[in-house]
């Protein structure tokens, strides 16, 4: 085998990847970096159709974490924006911003309202630590979660409710209110902030040129800048051996590699199979609708982006593109996305997804959030693998006998990011993670980053697993 041996291998080119290799890059390493798309950027690429940028999802910086901000300031050199907030939730017909505001609760329902009332001075203990629904209910009460969490969670996750781990909620639902004024793990927290005098006012980081994925792409000059630096795009392992000290490797287009490390931030299926392991974890795919459309064709509910509570609608959450920046709609424009998650192991949507264009125009229709399909001049269909992680009830034992398997087939591989790692987390987090596990690898320090305790979560909980 000829070639040069490369002192670590990165499978996946998003958040995770990139950070992490521009770390060891700047440490004096060699980096292969091997991702199967045809560009890098994973879950925070950005889409440009003749002028009109669409994200891959709701993305922005929200962090103070210094060391976050000093890597976003070194890699912008401060050409980055501050944008506020805006989020709304279409419960029972109705849009309610997020969070609740005092004139929300005018609008909801009378009976909704009384029996969330009713709810406060109910006994609701958790018998059930790991259950989605006891820890729903102990915190919102049985109202709220049959009447949104438990419709909208179906809908998004494709799985049966009750087999939800609480974890979905602590790493998801909990990190969704990220004002420090304002506390979201109650119903009587989110009653209490029916009282706020006025909208919190919260600042983002936005790039300035190219969308959330125009950050992602400098930060791959920044590599490209480094000699010892190689990237591969469209390829992925499709075969790995164990050497003396490392790995030597094949690809799908029947390249051979050498590395002494691999730092796997894909799918963890993908690397059983490498490993001739069986273990087998859950995520989700999404379709993104991207729609390009003049700006008269939308209602007047607008927001960054708005959470479709009826789990009877194929969208789950629609994103405004020209709330995040207005350079990413030319003139005229409003353009949207609209999300519609799918099951890996039993598809619905995925392979045929052009067909259900007509139903989210329409069900955007029903929302009177687009007048009309006139004002529609393109839709285009992004289908993304691998976008969730699904926490089902017994997903920590499964994590822990994949990452078991992991480490004995050989302690140099090294799980990262939303996919590798299997923990559900934002661009923020998966800087942070990288950062972290560059400066374990490369000595700077011994002990490995607690990332469930610091993106949150039930992290510490006995039998809960730390992983790399």
Same mark, same amino acid.
């Given at each position: 085998?000829?070639?040069?041996?490369?002192?670590?291998?990165?499978?996946?080119?998003?958040?995770?990847?990139?950070?992490?290799?521009?770390?060891?890059?700047?440490?004096?390493?060699?980096?292969?970096?091997?991702?199967?798309?045809?560009?890098?950027?994973?879950?925070?690429?950005?889409?440009?159709?003749?002028?009109?940028?669409?994200?891959?999802?709701?993305?922005?910086?929200?962090?103070?974490?210094?060391?976050?901000?000093?890597? !976003?300031?070194?890699?912008?050199?401060?050409?980055?924006?501050?944008?506020?907030?805006?989020?709304?939730?279409?419960?029972?017909?109705?849009?309610?911003?997020?969070?609740?505001?005092?004139?929300?609760? *005018?609008?909801?329902?009378?009976?909704?309202?009384?029996?969330?009332?009713?709810?406060? !001075?109910?006994?609701?203990?958790?018998?059930?630590?790991?259950?989605?629904?006891?820890?729903?209910?102990?915190?919102?009460?049985?109202?709220? %979660?049959?009447?949104?969490?438990?419709?909208?969670?179906?809908?998004?996750?494709?799985?049966?409710?009750?087999?939800?781990?609480?974890?979905?909620?602590?790493?998801?639902?909990?990190?969704?209110?990220?004002?420090?004024?304002?506390?979201?793990?109650?119903?009587?927290?989110?009653?209490?902030?029916?009282?706020?005098?006025?909208?919190?006012?919260?600042?983002?980081?936005?790039?300035?040129?190219?969308?959330?994925?125009?950050?992602?792409?400098?930060?791959?000059?920044?590599?490209?800048?480094?000699?010892?630096?190689?990237?591969?795009? &469209?390829?992925?392992?499709?075969?790995?051996?164990?050497?003396?000290?490392?790995?030597?490797?094949?690809?799908?287009?029947?390249?051979?590699?050498?590395?002494?490390?691999?730092?796997?931030? &894909?799918?963890?299926?993908?690397?059983?199979?490498?490993?001739?392991?069986?273990?087998?974890?859950? /995520?989700?795919?999404?379709?993104? /609708?991207?729609?390009?459309?003049?700006?008269?064709?939308?209602?007047?509910?607008?927001?960054?982006? !708005?959470?479709?509570?009826?789990?009877?609608? *194929?969208?789950?959450?629609?994103?405004?593109?020209?709330?995040?920046?207005?350079?990413?709609?030319?003139?005229?424009?409003?353009?949207?996305?609209?999300?519609?998650?799918?099951?890996?192991?039993?598809?619905?949507?995925?392979?045929?997804?052009?067909?259900?264009?007509?139903?989210?125009?329409?069900?955007?229709?029903?929302?009177?959030?687009?007048?009309?399909?006139?004002?529609?001049?393109?839709?285009?269909?992004?289908?993304?693998?691998?976008?969730?992680?699904?926490?089902?009830?017994?997903?920590?034992?499964?994590?822990?006998?994949?990452?078991?398997?992991?480490?004995?087939?050989?302690?140099?591989?090294?799980?990262?990011?939303?996919? &590798?790692?299997?923990?559900?987390?934002?661009?923020?987090?998966?800087?942070?993670?990288? !950062?972290?596990?560059?400066?374990?690898?490369?000595?700077?320090?011994?002990?490995?980053?607690?990332?469930?305790? %610091?993106?949150?979560?039930?992290? &510490?909980?006995?039998?809960?697993?730390?992983?790399?």
């Amino acid at each position: 085998m000829s070639g040069p041996i490369y002192d670590f291998c990165v499978v996946g080119a998003g958040p995770s990847g990139l950070t992490v290799s521009y770390q060891l890059l700047k440490a004096g390493y060699s980096v292969l970096l091997i991702e199967r798309d045809d560009r890098i950027g994973g879950l925070a690429k950005s889409y440009n159709y003749d002028g009109h940028v669409f994200d891959t999802g709701p993305k922005r910086f929200h962090t103070d974490d210094p060391v976050v901000l000093d890597f !976003i300031q070194e890699i912008t050199q401060g050409d980055i924006a501050k944008i506020g907030r805006s989020t709304k939730v279409y419960f029972l017909g109705k849009y309610f911003e997020w969070p609740l505001q005092s004139q929300d609760l *005018l609008t909801m329902p009378v009976g909704i309202a009384l029996r969330c009332l009713m709810d406060l !001075i109910k006994d609701r203990k958790i018998t059930d630590a790991v259950s989605f629904h006891q820890y729903i209910n102990s915190r919102y009460g049985e109202t709220l %979660y049959a009447a949104f969490f438990r419709p909208y969670t179906h809908k998004f996750l494709r799985w049966d409710v009750e087999d939800i781990h609480s974890d979905w909620a602590t790493t998801g639902i909990n990190r969704t209110v990220i004002d420090d004024r304002i506390k979201s793990n109650t119903l009587f927290d989110l009653l209490k902030g029916l009282l706020l005098p006025q909208k919190i006012h919260t600042e983002f980081l936005y790039p300035n040129q190219g969308g959330f994925g125009g950050f992602y792409e400098r930060l791959l000059e920044k590599c490209l800048s480094f000699g010892q630096f190689r990237l591969m795009l &469209g390829d992925s392992i499709a075969g790995l051996e164990k050497k003396d000290r490392g790995f030597s490797a094949i690809t799908k287009t029947i390249k051979s590699v050498e590395f002494n490390d691999l730092i796997w931030t &894909g799918n963890l299926n993908d690397l059983s199979l490498l490993i001739q392991s069986d273990r087998t974890m859950h /995520y989700l795919n999404t379709i993104f /609708y991207n729609i390009v459309c003049r700006k008269e064709g939308i209602g007047t509910k607008k927001a960054q982006w !708005i959470y479709v509570s009826r789990g009877d609608s *194929l969208i789950s959450r629609i994103t405004c593109m020209g709330e995040f920046a207005g350079y990413t709609c030319p003139d005229g424009y409003y353009n949207v996305m609209c999300e519609l998650t799918d099951s890996q192991t039993k598809p619905i949507y995925f392979k045929n997804a052009s067909k259900y264009t007509g139903e989210i125009l329409n069900e955007l229709i029903e929302m009177k959030f687009l007048r009309n399909k006139n004002c529609v001049e393109g839709v285009h269909l992004n289908p993304v693998v691998d976008t969730y992680p699904i926490y089902h009830r017994r997903y920590i034992s499964d994590f822990s006998l994949a990452l078991a398997a992991v480490k004995k087939f050989s302690p140099r591989i090294h799980l990262l990011g939303r996919s &590798g790692a299997f923990w559900y987390n934002n661009s923020d987090h998966s800087i942070r993670f990288a !950062i972290e596990m560059a400066q374990k690898l490369i000595g700077k320090q011994e002990k490995e980053f607690d990332f469930r305790h %610091y993106f949150g979560g039930l992290a &510490g909980r006995a039998g809960h697993p730390q992983g790399e």
